[in-house]
């Protein structure tokens, strides 16, 4: 992930910095006091007070002052003082492809982490980087659970759904890859009847990575493209079967409910949706709309080797409550990241 997040690594590291600004920097921001009113010390600007900055400056002043001081461990983060540094973080997580309602809960978070705190038990990376692993779901062991449900069914059936474009098909054919590395027998299911040349690209994937497809002539009801694939299966005692379905737009309820019965005829196992990571919010939406439709087990977002902000994957895990399963980092067979989210914690510099 050394593309993904660099936009937004370099905003919060920014944005963090602010709010830990070291006391000698702040003073030399702050014009001088005249001498008589050395006493006096300006309250801190930022929500963080460094408690040994603080112990230095009392033990420079007059006995009688300490009091003063000390009264500084006791502030605490109040509503509006939170309000005034979380207005900057939240233009910053927009910005960068983090989706409205991933926001709200951030801030949500993060309030509940801050407000009323004493000012040394602050530590708003920390509490930042809690609030972004909340939303995070880590992904089941892929292959372990497919060896461990064909102990009990056979064949195991994963449907591919998500709109033109996203790289569905060739998320297929990486999942093919990666399944026959894991000595798993697979075939190939061109359910895509509507899109021109699809079948055709399948039937490319499936010659270069030498495993079986099953197809029907275009206009076929794509149902019956699954429904035979896995008569086909059953027969030849093939492990896997993948199921590339249309590009259907997530609003056309037609093609939506064309999505349901392939889904409802078929039953997979798993209905993985594939967005581009850089998309941002058009991939959160869509994610939610095929969520919607036909409740899918898990993502996979294409394309994370080009997308600098990177914000998708947290408004996609929001918005679906479901783990992200790969990353797609190239167009080879082996351009697929298994997703972890403590990478993504480490690519936004919160580790």
Not at 123 to 128: G, Q, R, S
């Amino acid at each position: 992930m050394k593309i993904m997040f660099k936009f937004l690594k370099e905003k919060l590291k920014s944005w963090i910095g602010k709010t830990e600004e070291p006391a000698e920097k702040q003073a030399k921001a702050r014009p001088e006091k005249p001498a008589k009113k050395k006493e006096k010390i300006p309250e801190k600007k930022t929500c963080l007070v460094n408690a040994e900055e603080i112990v230095r400056e009392i033990k420079q002043e007059p006995e009688t002052e300490k009091t003063k001081f000390f009264d500084k461990f006791k502030k605490k983060m109040t509503d509006e003082k939170f309000e005034e540094i979380f207005s900057e973080l939240e233009l910053i997580l927009l910005q960068n492809n983090v989706a409205l309602e991933a926001v709200k809960s951030i801030k949500s978070s993060l309030a509940e982490q801050l407000i009323g705190k004493p000012a040394p038990d602050i530590n708003v990376k920390e509490a930042l980087k809690n609030s972004i692993e909340s939303i995070l779901i880590s992904p089941p062991d892929f292959v372990k659970e497919i060896k461990s449900t064909l102990k009990i069914k056979h064949p195991f059936v994963i449907a591919f759904v998500g709109i033109n474009g996203s790289g569905k098909t060739t998320s297929a054919a990486k999942i093919a890859h990666l399944l026959k590395k894991n000595n798993l027998s697979v075939l190939l299911a061109a359910a895509d009847t509507f899109r021109a040349a699809s079948i055709e690209q399948l039937e490319e994937h499936a010659s270069k990575l030498n495993i079986p497809i099953v197809k029907k002539d275009y206009g076929s009801d794509p149902a019956s493209v699954g429904f035979d694939a896995i008569q086909h299966a059953k027969k030849h005692h093939i492990d896997v079967v993948l199921i590339d379905t249309a590009g259907r737009m997530q609003n056309k309820d037609s093609l939506m409910k064309e999505i349901e019965k392939i889904t409802r005829v078929n039953n997979p196992d798993m209905k993985i949706f594939v967005g581009e990571s850089i998309t941002g919010n058009d991939a959160t939406q869509q994610a939610k709309a095929f969520d919607d439709a036909v409740n899918i087990t898990g993502m996979i977002l294409s394309k994370a080797d080009v997308d600098e902000k990177g914000g998708t994957a947290i408004s996609v895990s929001y918005v679906t409550k479901k783990p992200i399963l790969f990353l797609g980092t190239g167009q080879s067979y082996g351009d697929l990241k298994v997703f972890n989210r403590n990478d993504l914690i480490k690519s936004l510099g919160l580790d």
